[in-house]
């Protein structure tokens, strides 16, 4: 049952891809206004899950609300309400930084006066105003994670999810993104992304889920999880990561012995 | 290590019976095809010495300009590279360059092409006796050399954006040339024949077909002066590639950087005026936006370029090749909009990994397909109209000429219809130009599926404009208005079949976002 906080009720998702099971039976449950971490190994289902919550994948079982509106049920209503920026970036290659922008947001019916100003104050806060007469295709994948996330919030959406958002980012455009994402938060939306990177996890999310094997397998809130532990331990001990379990490669060794002539 | 070389390309080659049965029965149709084109080369070269007169000399100047133009074009049409044994792979590898060399040329050796290759040359060593094997020989280093030489030079090339552009072009521009070059070379005959012989025994290719041809009369001096000189090209382009590979390995970043720096000094247009009009319709800015991209896209631009110029001069070898054109002639101008059927049968796969975002932005697939096929109406009529104008020229018919262009602006809601339906039916994402071995990746195993659909809908677009066309041909010597009558009659047929192309598209993708974002490779955007 979707509760009125829930901005995302994903209840019983199961995916399989043949014979592999890729996601299996998982429940999420995201507050309205928070930052919602997503985590788990390679493999573990996360975008699988990301991909069915968002409407790109249709999944085999399962219900998804976003917004009050089931996203299966009624896809174009609950298109408008969330925004995604996926792992790997898949763009309009030949539009400019500009010209991608304008184009979604008359897609998604801004008025060309709104769109025009929504777009020019996005490159600018988000420090693309002087590659925006370049195409996307010349752009950096900095620059490409930043006009994905200029695209995926461009309707002010109440929900966004991100996968990996700062994957392959370079530090002064992750702070970029961090900061223009904290502007969207402190407005009252709801954030809902995948990482690997344990420190960021923690330090942002309100809330973690820890997904393994196409199940969760951990969840509740930061501050819960990690009462005891950092989120890293809680992460290596939830997907039952033993410690030290690489076995030597003796020959490694020679590495450190000096050249010989 | 020349021989790890020789099994690693034999290993790779021979890969496709590991994987899917597709897979294999492609292999296996190289195989057979290399086969046939080899030996229909060694029985065609074998017994052409012992014809006489002068056909023995043609027959091995062109064999050998055909030999060269298929090694140095066909990387390029396949899309550059040989994927096979990238020299990029083993950049990393303790390899001393020499070694590299040696082993690159000796898996350039192996193959089909080279297969089919060796057999056509073996024919020519038994037909013009055994003094032809060092042309012979001097050939085949010519078509390794030069066939590096230019997948090498390209794979740098496309590194940078521009370089991609300017590798399509080029590509489609040489596929043009090859296929306008085999038309006219058949057609020639006698005096003409002479000519192009005379002009083709100058190049290096054809100076090693003359070379043969001379030793086989006797004429040593001769043959070996041409020898030499094919053997200095073939050492040039060799040395040549090596140089390039060396740049290839070695300053990875350089064209990129350059073009940035290019780029910075001259910024493109923006023509957002276009997207931020006052139109409130999806489709309208689906369409602005696709019309920004046959402007900006390569591929596009090629594809309405070379379909012009081809479904142009294709028109006009239906009607010169058989008679002088009367004044009906210009009624054969509509065959050129069969070089526009490529783009309208794949509506969808440009840039199909980026559909989703279109898709999750409030577009819908009607939406796409109509601003997608309203931009690839010009592939369709200027073949047409440039037919039409250049078949009015040729025999003055100028009232049928304007009456067959009016024709082409009213009927192209067949073609793109039909295109429509295909679309959805087959959707397959085009090639991108950033990766070069793409061309052999994308839809693996269904080029059959795609050609069969292409042949139906082929047959799909005779059929929906038969009736258009027994109109128009019934009443070619009618009055004006009746002319008028028909073209109103046609659009309104035309009108029909595309709108209901887009029902029947928008009812058979329903719910099938997923999947057929799946098959246009949008699963490349998280998996």
Known sequence: MTLPMDAVCALGLRKSFGDKVAVDGIDLRVRRGSWFGVVGPNGAGKTTSLRMITGLLRPDAGSIIVDGVDVWADPVAAKARYGVLPDDLRLIER???????????????????????????????????????ELVADYSQGMRKKIGLGAALLHVPAVLFLDEPFESVDPVSARTIQE???????????????????????????????????????????????????LEEVFMRAVGAPEGAAPELAWLRAAAAPATV | MSATFARLKLAILLSGFRGEAKRSLGVIIAIVMSLIGGITGFVRFSGGAHKGGQS?????????????????????LLGGVDDSLDPRTLMLLPLPRRQLRRGLLIAGLIGFLPFATTLTLA?????????????????????????????????????????????????????????????????LHGHQLDVLVGVLRWTPSGALGQAVFDSQ???????????????????IALWAWWSALEKLLVHSESVRAAVRIRGERRPLDDPRAMLAGRSNSRSAVVLAKELIYVRRSPQRRSALVIGTVIGTLFALFQIVKTRHPGVDAVFAAPIGLIFGLGVTNNLLGAEGPALWLELLSGATFRNLLVGRGLAAVPNLLLPQIFS?????????????????????????????????????????????????????????GEGCLI???????????????????????????????????????????????????????SWFTQGKEPALLEALGAHQVNT
């Open chain 1, 180 to 230: 223009v994402l904290g502007h969207y938060r402190r407005s009252g939306g709801t954030v809902v992304f995948s990482s690997h990177v344990m420190d960021t996890v923690e330090r942002l999310s309100d809330a973690v889920v820890i997904v393994h094997q196409g199940r969760v397998v951990a969840s509740g809130a930061v501050e819960d999880l990690c009462r005891e532990a950092r």
């Open chain 1, 95 to 133: 539009l400019t930084g500009r010209e991608f922008l304008t184009y979604l947001g008359r897609l998604r019916m801004l008025s060309a006066a709104e769109c025009g100003r929504r777009v020019e104050e996005l490159l600018e806060v988000l420090g693309l105003t002087s590659a925006a007469r």
């Open chain 2, 451 to 505: 050609g069969l659909m292409g042949l139906g809908g082929l047959a799909a677009v005779s059929a929906l404009l038969a009736p258009i066309m027994y109109m128009v041909w019934t009443t070619r010597t009618a009055s004006v208005a009746t002319h008028l009558g028909v073209a109103a009659a046609a659009a309104a047929w035309s009108f029909l079949v595309w709108t209901g192309a887009l029902r029947f598209a």
């Open chain 2, 388 to 444: 039409a104008l250049l078949l009015g020229t040729l025999s003055g018919a100028w009232p049928n000429t304007a009456y067959v262009i009016l024709l082409s602006m009213v009927t192209w809601g067949v073609p793109l219809g039909v295109g429509t339906a295909i679309s959805v039916l087959t959707p397959f994402p085009q090639p991108e130009t950033a990766n070069p071995f793409s061309n052999r990746r994308v839809a693996p």
């Open chain 2, 217 to 235: 009369q006797g004429r040593y001096m001769a043959a070996m002066a041409r020898t030499a000189a094919g053997l200095l090209c073939a050492a």
């Open chain 2, 123 to 187: 024919g020519v060593v038994v037909g013009y006796g055994p003094f032809a094997i060092v042309p012979v020989l001097a050939l085949l280093l010519l078509c390794v050399g030069a066939s590096r030489l230019l997948a090498t030079m390209l794979a740098r090339a496309i590194r940078s954006r521009r370089g991609r552009d300017l590798a399509v072009i080029i590509a489609a521009l040489a596929g043009s040339v090859l296929w306008l070059g085999s038309q006219s070379a058949r057609r």
């Open chain 2, 56 to 76: 023995p000399l043609h027959g091995v100047v062109i064999g050998f300009t055909m030999l060269f133009s298929v090694w140095v074009f066909g990387p390029l």
